[in-house]
């Protein structure tokens, strides 16, 4: 017997946990992103592009950037902070829309964590696609390679 095939209309929900180790002390990984001109630096892949319009970085401050392709940019993320508690976390909210279509919804936490060596980073996004698995793997892969982007940022 075969598998039967995912309900397109179903919502598809993930747990995402990703870590990273960054050479650099927490007061600077926490510049990185609660800098705006710095985040969108290195918060979306290379070759895309990230404005953000809205950032009142504080707990209860909305969030509101357009990404995707430069020029088109054809992604609009809505969400706000949740939670801040400086040099140790961020609890964001986030939705995802192309074209007033809702793609997905999502709970984002990123931990920072001082070590020997600098900090690390944990990032859990707790994840709701409209559209299927493809975008649970998105999420995936956007956030793998801004954990990456972010180290490499603060090298530079």
């Keep these: 017997m075969s598998e039967a095939a995912p309900d397109p209309g179903v919502p598809v929900t993930a747990t995402i946990s990703l870590g990273a180790d960054i050479e650099h002390p927490v007061a600077a990984v926490w510049n ?38 430069p020029g088109a940019l054809e992604f609009v993320s809505t969400g706000q902070y949740c939670a801040l508690v400086t040099e140790r976390h961020i609890v964001t909210t986030e939705t995802l829309t192309r074209d007033d279509e809702i793609l997905s919804t999502a709970i984002i936490t990123w931990t920072l964590t001082a070590t020997s060596t600098g900090t690390r980073v944990e990032l859990v996004d707790q994840v709701v696609s409209f559209v299927g698995q493809g975008m649970i793997d998105g999420h995936r892969n ?15």
């Design 142 to 156: 956007g956030h793998d390679i801004c954990l990456r982007q972010l180290g490499e940022f603060l090298n530079s």
């Design 32 to 69: 990185a992103f609660a800098d705006t001109g710095q985040r969108v630096r290195w918060g979306v892949p290379e070759g895309e592009e990230m404005v953000c319009d809205i950032d009142e970085f504080r707990p209860g401050g909305s969030i509101r950037a357009r990404c995707g392709s």
